[in-house]
C-alpha cells in the first residue's frame, strides 16, 4: 500500500480510489494544488492561480504565457497543468489591476507578450504570499495528526 505524507502532515493512500483528489504541494511559501488528472476543476487551484503567477514572476524577470504553464508542470512533476483558458484571462486581470505589465517582442518572426510585475505588483506579491503562510499555517493547527485526523 502506497503512502505518502503531505507537509501539513496527513496521510493519503495512494493506492485506493477513496483519497481525496488533491494534494497540498508547498514551494518556498507558494501553494500548488496538484490536480489528479482525473480532476479538472478545482476551486483551491483557481483560488491559488494569481499567486502563483506572482509568485513565478518574482523569481524571474519577465514570462510569457507558454513559459509559465511549463514551468509550473515542471516544479509539479507533471501533475498540475494550467490551461490557457484559465492563465490568460488571470494574466489578464492581474495587467488590468495594475499588477502586470507586458511587454511585446518579436520572436520567430512572431509577437510574443512578456509579463512582469510592476511596482504594485511586487507589493502585493509580498502580500499574497503572507496571505498564504498565514493560510499554512492555520491549515497545519486543522490537519496536525495529534487531533486524529490522520
Do not use: W
Not at 11 to 32: A, M, R, V
Not at 42 to 60: C, E
Not at 74 to 86: D, M, Q, V
Amino acid at each position: 500500500m502506497a503512502k505518502i505524507n503531505n507537509l501539513i502532515g496527513i496521510k493519503y493512500d495512494i493506492s485506493h480510489k477513496i483519497i481525496p483528489k488533491k494534494i497540498i504541494y508547498i514551494n518556498y511559501l507558494c501553494i500548488f494544488v496538484i490536480e489528479f488528472r482525473a480532476m479538472s476543476n478545482s476551486k483551491l487551484y483557481k483560488g491559488s492561480l494569481a499567486t502563483i503567477i506572482l509568485k513565478l514572476l518574482s523569481q524571474q524577470d519577465k514570462m510569457y504565457g507558454y513559459e509559465i504553464t511549463q514551468k509550473v508542470k515542471g516544479l509539479t512533476k507533471g501533475e498540475l497543468n494550467i490551461t490557457e483558458g484559465a492563465l490568460y484571462p488571470a494574466l489578464h486581470k492581474l495587467e488590468a489591476e495594475g499588477v502586470l505589465e507586458v511587454e511585446v517582442m518579436r520572436v520567430d518572426n512572431r509577437l510574443r507578450k512578456y509579463y512582469k510585475l510592476t511596482e504594485k505588483g511586487e507589493k502585493e506579491t509580498v502580500s499574497k504570499l503572507a496571505e498564504l503562510e498565514g493560510y499554512i499555517k492555520n491549515m497545519q493547527v486543522l490537519f496536525n495528526p495529534k487531533f486524529g485526523l490522520e
